[in-house]
């Protein structure tokens, strides 16, 4: 089930229902793919979201209490993993603690939320923290680079401009998710080096050409790892 490491390579963590459709993609471009291990304590039409049950940052990865021993084990070849005590629950707010937007130099997240051991981690690694009233931080951001993200909210737009950061605000919805009416810019999305991933082709969004455009003045190449258009998946994960 579970890709083994090679040496100097980095793997891509991404929902088990994607595998087909981005997995490839990755392997081409030299990732080791692991797919995340559905979580029975989220919403059945979550349960498979990366950015739901890990969050990662400086070469530690951070999981529930009570994911997949082998999937812990996997991820081991690539970080250093601390399993959390913070349990997941099927609604809001149970669902996000671990739904942290990590940008290389700031953690975006709902403060009040995150688990302890992160909360610790940050401090000791020096990461400020942006506090921002969505507790779906990273399925609500694309980032770009360091102080640069991507975003349908308003709210993580006002906190993230007060301390410097570049946003492009996008308009709603046009993302699918399978279950609901539409899903999270940012679950589309993972940054790793010089580029952006995104899960697919987003010329069917309306603000395509400004997220294109700002994303590659900032240095950044777009990696479409589909043809098809774009879907939430809960994000990819690199570690």
């Known amino acids: 089930m579970f890709s083994l490491s090679s040496r100097g390579r980095s793997a891509a963590l991404i929902h088990p229902r994607s595998l087909t459709k981005i997995g490839p993609a990755l392997e081409r471009a030299g990732f080791d793919v692991i797919p995340v291990p559905v979580c029975r304590s989220l919403d059945p039409r979550l349960e498979g979201h990366p950015d739901?049950?890990?969050?990662?940052?400086n070469g530690y990865a951070f999981v529930h209490p009570d994911a997949d021993d082998e999937f812990v084990g996997c991820c081991s070849q690539y970080a250093r993993v601390i399993r959390c005590t913070t349990s997941l629950g099927r609604n809001y707010p149970l669902d996000c603690p671990y739904n942290i937007a990590f940008t290389g130099e700031y953690a975006l997240c709902k403060e009040q939320l995150i688990p302890a051991e992160i909360r610790n981690f940050l401090d000791e690694e020096g990461i400020p923290t942006v506090d921002i009233p969505q507790g779906y931080a990273k399925c609500s951001i694309i980032v770009v680079d360091e102080k640069s993200i991507?975003?349908?909210?308003?709210?993580?737009?006002?906190?993230?401009?007060?301390?410097?950061?570049d946003v492009l605000t996008v308009r709603k919805g046009f993302i699918t998710l399978d279950g609901f009416p539409h899903g999270f810019i940012g679950g589309i999305s993972g940054m790793n080096g010089g580029?952006?991933?995104?899960?697919?082709?987003?010329?069917?969004?309306?603000?395509?050409?400004?997220?294109?455009s700002f994303i590659e003045k900032?240095?950044?190449r777009i990696e479409l790892l589909s043809p098809l258009p774009a879907a939430d998946i809960g994000s990819i994960i690199f570690l």
Do not use: C, M, N
């Open 52 to 57: 739901l049950q890990i969050f990662a940052a």
């Open 150 to 165: 991507i975003t349908e909210d308003e709210g993580i737009r006002r906190k993230a401009e007060l301390i410097g950061f």
């Open 195 to 212: 580029s952006v991933y995104l899960t697919g082709d987003i010329a069917h969004h309306p603000d395509h050409g400004i997220i294109s």
């Open 218 to 220: 900032r240095g950044k």
